[in-house]
């Protein structure tokens, strides 16, 4: 049984993309099964995992739409699989963004996803769901396919404020179409501990949601920025560089985190 995860934040910039790649990446490292699905129509978490979203003939469009099935749709990269971290990818691009207004009118528009998935359950430890900066129809299908969500932030002054959305959008999915929803946990990126208000505001984090912040922190780190330019997650761009050593740490505590709940 995959474990379905969904990395939402309706904030852009946070780190959402990055974490879903290099979880991806570092559950792979870890002998896990993993399927990176892209639920964002700029198609990063494709490119980042070294599949070029223009030459994608299927993709996470055509499996909303209910034309193909994630086995016909899925992609792996071969970069990925040189550098020993690979993951399939259920790739996006642009033409996703029209998935939103052809959706509308469907019958169980926000299940599709779900559904797709339920037919390969058996074939993955991990699905990852990198999700649009909204909490818009895209984003539902992720949460409503997912048993939990992981939250990137930045430990900043607004971060907290945009959580409340975030927190009762999930309580809605939770009680109206998805009671396995939870958040699992919230996920400390981009973090320069020299900077003594990012240490302030991880405290109270801490303070305020106890265990449902991950241990695990990712520091700010060149190297996990240079990475998708090279079409590659951090692990298999630098697996020296501690952007990289921090998510097969992060991948680590995931998977201590689930065997804990069977
Ligand atoms: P989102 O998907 O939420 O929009 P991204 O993952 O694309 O956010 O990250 C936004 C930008 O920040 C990107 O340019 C990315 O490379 C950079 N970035 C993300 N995490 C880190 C990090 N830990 N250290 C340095 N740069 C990062
Ligand atoms: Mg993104």
């Known amino acids: ?23 991806a990446a570092g559950l792979a490292k ?26 994608l003939e299927l993709s996470v469009y055509d499996v ?19 550098a020993g971290c690979s993951f399939d990818v259920l790739g996006a691009n642009r033409e996703l963004a029209g998935a939103e207004v052809e959706l509308v009118g469907l019958e169980r528009r926000e299940k599709r996803l779900r559904a797709a998935l339920a ?51 999930i309580k809605r999915v939770h009680a109206n179409l998805n009671p396995d929803l939870k958040i699992i946990g919230l996920l400390r990126v981009m973090f320069d501990p020299r900077i003594t208000l990012q240490q302030q505001v991880s405290e109270q984090l ?29 692990l298999a761009f630098d697996a020296s560089s501690k952007g990289a050593q921090a998510f097969v740490a992060f991948a680590q505590e995931m998977v201590d985190r689930i065997q804990r709940w069977s």
């Open 1 to 23: 049984m995959a474990k379905i995860f969904c990395v939402a934040n309706q904030k852009g910039g946070v780190g959402k993309t990055t974490t879903t790649v290099n979880l």
């Open 30 to 55: 870890l002998g896990q099964r993993v399927l990176m699905v892209d639920l964002d129509p700029q198609g990063n978490a494709t490119m980042g995992s070294g599949i070029d979203k223009r030459e």
């Open 64 to 82: 909303l739409l209910e034309s193909a099935s994630i086995e016909e749709a899925r992609v792996t990269s071969q970069k990925l699989l040189d």
């Open 119 to 169: 037919e390969v359950d058996a074939q993955y430890d991990f699905v990852l769901v990198d999700c649009p900066p909204s909490l818009s129809l895209l984003t539902l299908n992720g949460l409503c396919a997912a048993h939990g969500v992981i939250v990137p932030m930045q430990c900043e002054y607004f971060a907290l404020e945009g959580l409340t959305d975030l927190v009762n959008t």
């Open 206 to 234: 801490k303070d305020h949601f106890g265990d449902k912040v991950f241990d695990t922190v990712i520091p700010r780190n060149v190297r996990l920025a240079e990475a998708p330019s090279y079409g590659l997650p951090g």
